[in-house]
Structure formats: C-alpha cells, structure tokens
C-alpha cells in the first residue's frame, strides 16, 4: 500500500525566512506525488505534481519540491515566505493508475511578521 | 466553469437521521471522488466513479453509506443512520481521465461539513 508521511504537524517561520514542509513517501512502486495546498474554507488546490519526468518540480506561487527516490522523500520549499502563504498543506501520492489520491496527515504553516 | 460544486455547506442533523449530499463536478470530467476529512486530519479516501461506474470503495464506506452517480454526471453520498463519528468534512473531486496526467488534475469543492447532534 502506497502512503505519505509529513514530519511536522505545524511549521512557523518568519516572513521572508524559507519554507520547507517534509515529506516521506512509501511505495512498492514508482509513484506519482502531489503537494496540495488547503486556505481555510477553501477547497483544496494542487500546488504540484511529479509524474516522474524531472525530478524538481515548480509550482504554482514560488513553490518547488524535490522528489528524492534514494531518501523516498518529496519536500516543499519556497525561499522565502510571504503572509498569504499560511495555510495547511498535504502532500499525497498516487500509484501507477492514477487512479486515487492518498493524503498525508497535514502541516499547518504560520507565518510571523 | 464554475468548478466543483456541493450541496450543502453544512448540515446539522440528529444521531440515526440518514443525509444526503450532492456533488456537481466540472463538466466533462469523467471521474469523481469522494473523500471525508476530519479535524487535524488529510482527507481520507472514500469511493471513485469514472463515468458511472463506482470502481473503488475504501473500508473505510461501511454498510451506512452508499454513493451514486447515475447518469455519469453528478453524485450523490448518502449515509443512513448516522453516528456521532461521521462528523466531518466531506469532499468532492473531479478530474478528466487519471490524476497525474500531464495536463490533469483533480479539482476540489470546497465540501459539506457534517455535525451529527
């Protein structure tokens, strides 16, 4: 079974300060992975997505994540954080089918002035 | 497109009432999802449809909920007797062929949270 684990239920930087939400994947095969971005109430948007062509994916608002197969990892950066970047933030996979999403437990991101 | 759309927002409703909610997805997207998010927590899978057809259910969709999409378009979720554990937040999603596709995606509405009272 395919699952993703997110290190850190809530992640506080200060304005300008980079972001980096973690993410660890688990899966029998090669994945798809998605970083999901949820303001409150709101729907959820997808952020990004690696399907397996490069391995650093650029998203939508200054974000990019790495997929890493050798630490099965798929962390979130930004550079530096802005005050509408608060919100909680999923990171999910797919298996080869991509036939369903699974999500991770969340990470909330305050942002300081 | 006005993208995916639920209905209700909220519903509050008495423990053994049965609810129903209604999902619109964005047109001509063939598949639709269900998934329950509960406070703290991610969305957990429910069921799938592509076209009509309901091709996946997760353990998680016991004997009391039952989902439908009869004509390929909208859904319905239905749960029947409800208890205290199934309040929570239930999301509808909808996408044009698979997920990870390279110009597709799965699109959320914004949900129907569930108070069971």
């Known amino acids: 079974a395919q699952s993703v684990t997110q290190l850190g239920s809530h992640v506080s930087v200060s304005e300008g300060a980079l972001v980096l939400l973690r993410c660890n994947y688990s899966s029998s095969v090669p994945p798809y992975l998605f970083w999901y971005v949820q303001y409150p109430n709101q729907g959820l948007q997808l952020l990004l997505k690696?399907?397996?062509?490069?391995?650093l994916v650029k998203g939508i608002n200054g974000f990019e994540a790495e997929f890493k197969k050798s630490e099965t990892s798929f962390h979130l950066t930004k550079p530096s954080a802005h005050m509408s970047d608060a919100a909680e933030y999923f990171c999910?996979?797919?298996?080869?089918?991509?036939?369903?999403?699974?999500f991770g437990s969340g990470t909330r991101l305050s942002i300081r002035p | 497109d006005t993208g995916v759309s639920q209905d209700p927002r909220h519903k509050i409703t008495k423990r053994g009432q049965n609810v129903t909610f209604r999902c619109d997805p964005i047109s001509e997207h063939n598949r639709l999802y269900w998934y329950r998010q509960t406070l703290g927590q991610g969305p957990e899978f429910l069921t799938y449809?592509?076209?009509?057809?309901?091709?996946?259910k997760s353990r998680l969709l016991s004997d009391r909920f039952s989902a439908e999409r009869p004509k390929g378009s909208f859904s319905t979720l239905e749960i029947q007797r409800t208890e205290q554990g199934d309040s929570a937040m239930y999301l509808c999603?909808?996408?044009?062929?698979?997920?990870?596709?390279?110009?597709?995606?799965?699109?959320f509405g914004q949900g129907t949270r569930l108070t069971v009272v």
């Open positions: 690696y399907t397996s062509a490069a391995t």
């Open positions: 449809f592509q076209n009509e057809a309901q091709l996946e």
């Open positions: 999910a996979v797919s298996d080869r089918r991509a036939s369903k999403i699974i």
């Open positions: 999603a909808s996408s044009l062929g698979e997920v990870a596709g390279t110009n597709t995606e799965a699109f």
